[in-house]
T-cell receptor, first 114, second 114 residues
Framework: AQSVTQLGSHVSVSEGALVLLRCNYS??????LFWYVQYPNQGLQLLLKYTSAATLVKGINGFEAEFKKSETSFHLTKPSAHMSDAAEYFC????????????FGGGTRLMVKP | EAEVAQSPRYKITEKSQAVAFWCDPISGHATLYWYRQILGQGPELLVQ????????DSQLPKDRFSAERLKGVDSTLKIQPAELGDSAMYLC????????????FGPGTRLTVT
């Protein structure tokens, strides 16, 4: 069975500071990994995904994530936070050949201070 | 840009009443998903369709929830009777297929049961 743990339900950074959102996963087989962003009362938007190509994945809005198999991690980073980055972020895992079924973590709310 | 449509966006109902949600996926997407997102948590898959067939409904509370996708296009999720614990955001997503295809999410229906 697969699972996702997001450390820190709330993260606060200053505008212009580094954003680091943590995600650890467990999976019995090599997984696909995703980061989604959700703005209030909206659906989820895909930021980036890892599908066993390059371990450093670049996404939209300046975000990137690095797959580290030895640490079973897929942390999300952005060098410089913008006020518009304030949202809820979800890490998700999908096992290959498992019918595209996503298992989500509990989410991390990112707050950006001016 | 094509989007997943959902209606209504908000629904307030009394417990023991019936409620239904509608989803229209992106044209050409064969796979459709219904998720439930309780406030402060990540989405949880309720049911997955491939065309008009259910491929996974293991997390769907079948005593009160039902889902259909009769013509393999739009879908309806029903709850009867609604309970207080059903208050949540109900998200619909669609993808081109079931093998490593991106899931596109609709804006969701926020249900409040009083």
């Amino acid at each position: 069975a697969q699972s996702v743990t997001q450390l820190g339900s709330h993260v606060s950074v200053s505008e212009g500071a580094l954003v680091l959102l943590r995600c650890n996963y467990s999976s019995s087989v090599p997984p696909y990994l995703f980061w989604y962003v959700q703005y209030p009362n909206q659906g989820l938007q895909l930021l980036l995904k890892y599908t066993s190509a390059a371990t450093l994945v670049k996404g939209i809005n300046g975000f990137e994530a690095e797959f580290k198999k030895s640490e079973t991690s897929f942390h999300l980073t952005k060098p410089s936070a913008h006020m518009s980055d304030a949202a809820e972020y979800f890490c998700a895992v999908s096992e290959k050949n498992a019918g595209n079924m996503l298992t989500f973590g509990g989410g991390t709310r990112l707050m950006v201070k001016p | 840009e094509a989007e997943v449509a959902q209606s209504p966006r908000y629904k307030i109902t009394e417990k023991s009443q019936a409620v239904a949600f509608w989803c229209d996926p992106i044209s050409g997407h064969a796979t459709l998903y219904w998720y439930r997102q309780i406030l402060g948590q990540g989405p949880e898959l309720l049911v997955q369709f491939q065309d008009e067939s259910v491929v996974d409904d293991s997390q769907l509370p079948k005593d009160r929830f039902s889902a259909e996708r009769l013509k393999g296009v739009d879908s309806t999720l029903k709850i009867q009777p609604a309970e207080l614990g059903d208050s949540a955001m109900y998200l619909c997503a669609s993808s081109f297929g079931r093998s490593n295809y991106e899931q596109y999410f609709g804006p969701g229906t926020r249900l409040t049961v009083t």
